[in-house]
């Protein structure tokens, strides 16, 4: 535990999130954030059942409250403006896991109002939709998907800035529940009074059957859901975006195939669950290592599988940028491949099929697409 209190004692850090508590009925999560008002303070949300509670602390109160907390969980995020330092709670004593990066820091009070929907906003929608609790406070269980939407939207409204038109096609794949589906509706039609076409599709019949009732409810007459294989879809209209949130597995592939054959514009896609590179490789080179401990060969499967990915998009005349969707405490499945179709073609490189071959593994938008 000293570690750590000499870890807080680092004034830049303005942020803590303690995850994973280490008894069951205490707080799910308690994010502390350094607030600059006419003093500094320090602002405790406690995430307990479905409740967020909030509390102040002065600078003198926090170090104790931090140790107390580290004391009851067995993570907790750090981060200041150059880094982000997870510190692992092993029976009391502390291990430390720092990377380098920028984090956005801003003190003032207000911070969370700056999303598109905010906690408190009327939008009856998320009740239904298990968001808000009818309140229209955060559920608990829900906070993470609350961000990730959020962010998600941010994202696409960073990109569309130049969007000119005042209709815009969208197609969700694998949208599930369709939080995030509902929510973009809500934001071209009510945000950026844009007519939005929306159509999500998913698997699952029961929920497609749902979300076609919600929208019928709130009269949105543009967003429709249909169950059907996202490989087997068909379109007459030309579309200008499409989105994936965590839809399973090769259901990504399935979803960048399609826009690629259907020229789609803007690309927005959070994987998920990439399983086949990590069921289909072998060893064969240089990277054999990476293969020895499965926890490593997993992730490096998932990232090797959106290597592959953005390679294709780019070779196929995309733009492509790899982005961190969302903090690593909101969810692992954080990268998000963002693309947008420009005139220009990649050179064609032979670097992904070179690794293919030798490493013998599958992975079905390479199967899907000849380069
Ligand atoms: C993890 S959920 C994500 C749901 C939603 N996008 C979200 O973020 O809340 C993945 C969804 O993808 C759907 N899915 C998986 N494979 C699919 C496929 N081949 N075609 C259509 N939907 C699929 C599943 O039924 C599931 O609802």
Redesign the pocket.
């Known amino acids: 535990m000293q570690k750590f209190e000499k870890e807080i004692q680092n004034k830049d850090n303005f942020k803590y999130i303690f995850s994973s508590p280490l008894n069951k009925n205490d707080a799910k999560k308690i994010i502390y954030r350094k607030i600059e008002a006419n003093t500094i303070y320090w602002q405790e949300e406690k995430f307990i059942e479905n409740k967020v509670i909030h509390k102040n602390f002065n600078e003198d109160e926090i170090s104790i409250t931090l140790i107390n907390s580290m004391q009851n969980f067995k993570q907790c995020c750090i981060q200041n403006e150059n880094a982000t330092i997870n510190a692992f709670n092993n029976n009391g004593k502390i291990a430390f896991k720092k990377v380098l990066r920028t984090n956005k820091c801003n003190l003032s009070h207000n911070k969370e109002k700056s999303y598109f929907i905010n906690e408190g906003d009327n939008v009856p929608f998320l009740v239904e939709l298990g968001i808000f609790n009818n309140q229209n406070k955060i559920i608990t269980a829900k906070y993470d998907?609350f961000k990730?939407i959020n962010r998600f939207i941010e994202i696409i409204d960073d990109n569309l800035k130049k969007y000119n038109k005042k209709e815009i096609n969208i197609i969700?794949?694998?949208?599930?529940?369709?939080?995030?589906?509902f929510v973009l509706y809500y934001y071209f039609t009510n945000i950026k009074n844009i007519t939005a076409f929306i159509s999500g599709?998913?698997?699952?019949a029961d929920?497609v059957e749902n979300c076609n009732k919600l929208a019928q409810k709130y009269s949105y007459t543009n967003l429709k859901f249909y169950n059907?294989?996202?490989?087997n879809v068909k379109i007459t209209n030309p579309v200008d975006m499409l989105i994936?949130?965590?839809?399973?597995?090769?259901?990504t592939d399935?979803a960048l195939n399609f826009a690629i054959n259907n020229n789609i514009k803007y690309i927005f896609s959070?994987p998920?669950c990439q399983h086949e590179i990590n069921l289909s490789i072998k060893k064969g080179g240089d990277f054999d290592c990476l293969l020895d401990y499965g926890l490593i060969k997993e992730r490096f499967s998932a990232l090797l599988t959106d290597t592959v990915r953005a390679n294709i998009l780019e070779c196929k005349g995309y733009k492509v940028d790899i982005l961190e969707f969302v903090d690593f405490s909101h969810t692992p499945k954080n990268i998000m491949i963002r693309a947008e179709k420009t005139t220009k073609a990649k050179e064609i490189t032979k670097d992904i099929y070179t690794l293919k071959e030798k490493y013998n593994f599958n992975q079905k938008l390479l199967q899907l697409q000849t380069i």
């Open positions: 998907k990730q969700d794949f694998g949208c599930g529940k369709s939080y995030l589906t599709y998913d698997l699952k929920v059907e294989d996202v490989a994936t949130l965590h839809a399973c597995d090769i259901a399935y959070v998920c």
